[in-house]
């Protein structure tokens, strides 16, 4: 049995529009995460790719379908016990700014799961374990007392990672977390991630849109298109030798490190693809 499991999952959405057609974000998307594995999930922008990822941690309710972990379904648990089950999944989001809030000191914010999930632990004890994880992401612990305000980027998605990781959970949705950064930071967050990883045992759900860096952090990837997978295969795999038009499509957007490289590029539309 996988540790996430995704079945037949569908989403859709009114349009924001007056009269508009409606978004089908999900369209029956199923998948798997196995224990202590990453698995990617690549489209462009609108392909449902975050949509999906909100909705493995039940952050939106389904249409229809399933998602389940350890063979729970999520769908029919109490709050309470929904509550408790949070515990074991957590999320990264995209702009670590947005996702803190301005207000609060960061020992404050990291502490928060802790305070929710783990009511019996004291205040000496929650400190001790929030300056552990905020030196576990690189982080001092006197970081604890400041603002979000007063730290860079690539400080605050180490407060994301830290408050991600102090429940101790088991499953991690990664929202583009490195997307916002600059990309001697964004090197520095994928490491962190991965170590993090190799120690804690964690399975990742890593949303992106960025083939390098997924090719970089993946065991398997996912490819969506307008809110359905199209395929899915081993890294390594998808790589030397993609199968769906659309997944050729991407990897041929993808740029070289060396200028003097040629290669065709192609479009895809509906169901077509077209060598430029």
């Not at 803190?100 to 802790?114: D, H, K, Q, T, Y």
């Amino acid at each position: 049995m996988s540790l996430v499991e995704v079945d037949q999952a569908s989403k859709t959405f009114a349009s924001r529009q007056r009269g508009g057609d409606p978004v089908h974000a999900l369209r029956g998307v199923s998948l798997r995460v196995e224990a202590g594995e990453t698995l990617a999930v690549i489209g462009e922008s609108g392909s449902g790719k975050s949509t999906l990822g909100r909705a493995v941690l039940r952050l939106l309710d389904l249409d229809s379908g399933a998602v389940r972990l350890d063979g729970v379904d999520l769908a029919g648990l109490s709050p309470k016990e929904l509550r408790a089950k949070r515990a074991d999944m957590q999320i990264v989001f995209q702009e670590p700014y947005e996702s803190l809030n301005p207000r609060m000191s960061i020992g404050a914010i990291v502490a928060e799961p802790l305070q929710i999930h783990r009511s019996e632990l004291g205040s000496s004890e929650i400190r001790t374990r929030v300056k552990a994880a905020l030196e576990r992401v690189g982080l001092s612990g006197n970081t604890a007392s400041r603002l979000p305000g007063e730290l860079s980027g690539g400080q605050q998605q180490r407060v994301g990672v830290a408050r991600a990781i102090i429940s101790e959970p088991r499953f991690v949705v990664l929202d583009e977390p490195t997307s916002s950064l600059d990309l001697s930071i964004r090197a520095q967050i994928l490491a962190l991630l991965a170590e993090i990883q190799q120690d804690l045992g964690l399975a990742y759900l890593f949303v992106s849109h960025d083939m390098h860096t997924v090719e970089k952090v993946s065991d398997r990837i996912a490819v969506m298109y307008l809110g359905e997978i199209v395929e899915t295969a081993p890294t390594l795999d998808l790589f030397r030798s993609p199968q769906h038009a659309y997944t050729r499509t991407l990897l041929s957007a993808r740029l070289s490190a060396d200028p003097r490289e040629k290669h065709a590029y192609r479009a895809f539309e509906g169901d077509r693809e077209v060598t430029a």
